[in-house]
């Protein structure tokens, strides 16, 4: 799995802007302020926790690709970087984190309610998860593209299948918005 996880990173361009980017930096940036400590969970190449650094958050980012990683320590020096263990639990200390960003992770995980139930053992009490994911409503444009075998996403969300995963996961104070293609969900 894990060089699979690295082949996809290898063929995403260096620098190349996330989907939906300012967006999800919008979104986040309203939810996390200078000194909390932010669990970037799944941090890709670093972009949102290059922008958490700039904002003054203390940034931990994790990923189970070693690609990934790699690009983002180049692209935010200032936070630290931990390699993940896919399936594993979460190697940090219970309440070590203000807020977990999870931007775009959930629907590449296998075990989503295992690890939603890992985030909130690592999020502190009265701390924020912060989720965004692709939006997959009652009526999708159903293309071979959109679900193609091959892509690496695993899951599909719609608003209410988002909310009880996290309900299951043991979050119960829950907002979800559509954010144009994607939903954006914060937790407590």
Known sequence: MQDWRDAVWRAVPDGA???RFATR???LLDHAAAGERVLDLGCGDGAFAAELLGAGCAVTMAD???????????RAPGAEAVTLAEGEPLPFAEDAFDVVWAGEVLEHVADVVGLLAEVRRVLRWGGR????TPWHGRVVVATDAHFDPRADHLRFFSARTLRAVLEDAGFNEIEIRRAGRGLNASVT
């Open 64 to 74: 189970v690709a070693g690609e990934a990683l790699r690009r983002a320590r180049a």
């Open 25 to 27: 930096r919008a979104f």
């Open 17 to 19: 802007e996330p989907e």
């Open 129 to 132: 998860l912060l989720v965004t």
